[in-house]
């Protein structure tokens, strides 16, 4: 964004969160920090949303620089946070026409590294760079994203436990969760602003809207303080985007600018809102307010874009995989609009709206293996993708298949993998309880769906997550290719079910999910350098010894037969048994 030379602003306040810092003193690297403005208007009555203020920050040593939107907080009140990316002494100066009061003032302040031991603030801002088929972190650290997923976050309670905390002692339903799966080893937050304290409806930022932000703020900020990053949609329930707002330009770019404003200077990654891309589902609607064709969460996309100075990780939540991926391959929907083609697949549209990984809701079977078309074809786009939203625990599988799904989404060419479970998902939701479910494998039954929060919190499945992430942590994940090719390197053998990955020929990770101890065979010339492996218990982290691997015959590798009928994955890596 370029500063007009006309604008200007005055500063009021200095302050890190909620604590006022006074000139001189200094903020840290990545967190966010704030500035108040005051207005000689008072905006109660119309709302302060059309009141364009940016302040940009300059980093007078290295020359970076930060442009931040404010956004009106009530009254005569203007707030600009920002997190500085670098140490050093920041100068700001503000721009505004739409308020004259609001002009003639500059100021500095002094930024230091972050003490802190949290990795988020130790190596900045995650962001996804092309030709990449993961995260970074903005020192250029790979980011291993484990989301738990929360599209009712502002239904969980910040003040209390709630009526669904059982033995439970905590003075914040909310809190307990962030601080539990902190603990588990998840890195992200999921979330919708489904239930929120505000209505955007109209496309308007009034006063009857300002509590339910201030509310969000303390949401926000509790999944930053926790060093995780939010993944976050906008607005509202896509289905609450009807005309004329999702024709209205104007009304898009004031809601997408203030969006950013007041949560932009957060760890966050944008996902536009539940399902939006390619059309909500349109084809099964009666009655279409947009289309694939018209869909106007492309103009959000534009807007939150043009104000983003971090440029945050950017996508559009698809409609599961039956009815849209990115170039159609897989999906099975018959009446799927525009062939399952997602609305960002174009080069111009991505490159116009920032979207730079997919937020992909697949559910790969646990009884069969097919044809790999949909990771194919994700794979096969130079923007990483997550699988965002799958099976949720206790609602539509059990821990087998919450479990692996995150092995058989990483192993398949995705970066990241959300979990969800029940209660947690979507609290207090009635959504498909009171009927029984089954994932081919597993019986979920209407007992099952009815466990409260506090229970879930704690399957099985949750902590096992900690053991997929140490895993491939451990083994360079970011480096694997998926074995989905037309020739793929694994052959399974009869009754086998498999997700392979491998880097080169000097390492490969299987993960074996079938319900017996088949396994198969790998590809392999028998001149390649010799293989050790060992098997892994995704169920309880605990790896067996190291055995060496016969030489490959007539090209094909032998595999030890499964330990037992469970899930198992098997790690093979060039070396010797004692290395």
Request: aromatic share 14%; hydrophobic share 35%; net charge neutral.
């Amino acid at each position: 964004m370029h500063v007009h030379p006309r604008y200007t602003v005055l500063l009021s306040v200095f302050c890190v969160l909620h604590t006022a810092v006074f000139a001189g003193e200094s903020v840290e690297t990545w967190r966010v920090a704030e500035l108040v403005f005051e207005s000689k208007t008072d905006y109660s009555a119309g709302g302060g949303d059309a009141v364009r203020l940016d302040v940009a920050f300059t980093n007078a040593e290295t020359g970076v620089s930060l442009v931040r939107p404010a956004f009106w907080d009530g009254g005569k009140t203007f707030r600009v946070r920002v997190a500085p990316t670098s140490p050093g002494r920041w100068e700001w100066h503000g721009v505004c026409l739409d308020d004259v009061s609001l002009s003639g003032k500059t100021g500095s302040f002094i930024c230091r590294p972050y003490a802190g031991s949290l990795e988020l603030y130790r190596r900045g801002f995650v962001k996804a760079t092309p030709g990449k088929k993961y995260f970074t972190y903005a020192d250029g650290t790979p980011f291993f994203y484990l989301g738990d997923t929360h599209w009712g976050m502002f239904r969980e309670e910040l003040d209390e436990a709630g009526p669904h905390a059982g033995d439970v002692k905590t003075d914040s339903h909310f809190a307990y969760i962030v601080r539990r799966r902190v603990e588990q080893g998840f890195t992200v937050y999921q979330s919708e602003p489904l239930d929120a304290a505000f209505n955007l409806a109209d496309g308007r930022i009034d006063a009857s809207d300002l509590p339910g932000f201030r509310k969000a703020d303390r949401y926000f900020r509790t999944i930053a303080d926790a060093g995780l990053v939010h993944a976050n949609a906008q607005f509202f329930f896509v289905a609450s985007m009807r005309p004329p707002l999702s024709r209205d330009c104007a009304a898009l770019e004031r809601l997408s600018r203030y969006w950013v404003a007041r949560f932009g200077a957060y760890p966050v990654m944008w996902t536009l809102g539940q399902e939006c891309d390619n059309d909500f589902y349109a084809e099964r609607r009666g009655g279409r307010d947009y289309t694939y064709k018209d869909n106007p969460w492309v103009m959000v996309a534009e807007f939150i874009h043009r104000h983003d100075t971090y440029g945050h990780p950017l996508s559009g939540h698809q409609e599961n995989t039956w009815h849209t991926t990115i170039t159609g391959m897989g999906h099975t929907a018959p009446k799927a609009t525009g062939g399952g083609v997602s609305v960002f697949a174009p080069q111009e549209v991505a490159a116009r709206t920032g979207h730079n990984w997919w937020a992909v809701q697949w559910s790969p079977s646990l009884v069969r293996a097919g044809t790999p078309h949909v990771q194919r074809d994700y794979w096969a786009s130079s923007r990483p993708a997550v699988n965002y939203e799958g099976r949720y625990c206790h609602l539509w599988t059990k821990d087998f298949g919450a479990r692996a799904q995150g092995w058989i989404s990483f192993l398949s060419g995705f970066c990241g993998y959300g979990y969800g479970a029940i209660d947690i998902w979507l609290y207090k939701s009635t959504y498909d309880t009171k009927r029984e479910s089954h994932d081919g494998v597993d019986k979920i039954t209407v007992a099952d769906k009815a466990i409260p929060w506090s229970r879930a919190v704690e399957f099985p499945s949750a902590l096992q997550m900690r053991h997929l992430r140490t895993f491939l942590e451990g083994i360079s994940w970011w480096r694997l290719t998926p074995d989905i090719g037309e020739t793929p390197s694994f052959k399974p053998d009869a009754g086998a079910l498999c997700a392979c990955a491998s880097i080169g020929d000097s390492r490969y990770v299987l993960y074996f999910y079938s319900r017996n101890t088949a396994t198969g065979t790998i590809r392999r010339a028998e001149s390649a350098a010799p293989l050790k492996a060992r098997w892994f218990n995704p169920r309880t982290g605990e790896a067996k010894p190291w055995t060496k691997l016969p030489p490959a015959r007539d090209g094909l590798l032998r595999l030890p037969a499964k330990p037992d009928t469970s899930d198992w994955t098997l790690l093979c890596e060039t070396g010797t048994c004692d290395a």
